[in-house]
């Protein structure tokens, strides 16, 4: 099992940063991609940014060059950095990892939400 926690997000001004982190925990060495998605209320979750075990990283287009993603694979961390908000990046941000696929599909795990706001 993994656990993920995330810290960070809250309110900013739209051109201001956030930056956001998620810790995770238990058995971390079998983690393959890490990556961060979003949601905004009556949408589907999307993906916002992810970074392989290897360090490949994709961005969704919409925060191309905004958005930093990072993380630690010998202490199980993940951040994104995020830079030039606009209000439509408010969303709820999740925290996401996977190991790979078993007989029922996807082993993925979910952090509980993080909301980040981007208004004047």
């Known amino acids: 099992q993994v656990q993920l926690v995330e810290s960070g997000g809250g309110s900013v001004q739209p051109g201001g940063s956030l930056s956001l982190a998620c810790a995770a925990s238990g058995w971390i060495q079998a983690i393959n991609t890490m990556g961060w998605y979003r949601q905004v209320p009556g949408k589907q979750r999307e993906l916002v940014a992810e970074i392989t075990r290897g360090g490949s990283i994709q961005y969704a287009d919409a925060v191309k060059g905004r958005f930093t993603i990072t993380r630690d694979n010998e202490k199980g961390t993940l951040f994104l950095q995020m830079d030039s908000l606009k209000p439509e990046d408010t969303a709820v941000y999740y925290c996401?990892?996977?190991?790979?696929?078993?007989?029922?599909?996807?082993?993925?795990?979910w952090g509980q939400g993080t909301q980040v706001t981007v208004s004047s």
């Open positions: 996401n990892a996977d190991r790979g696929y078993g007989p029922s599909g996807k082993i993925e795990y």
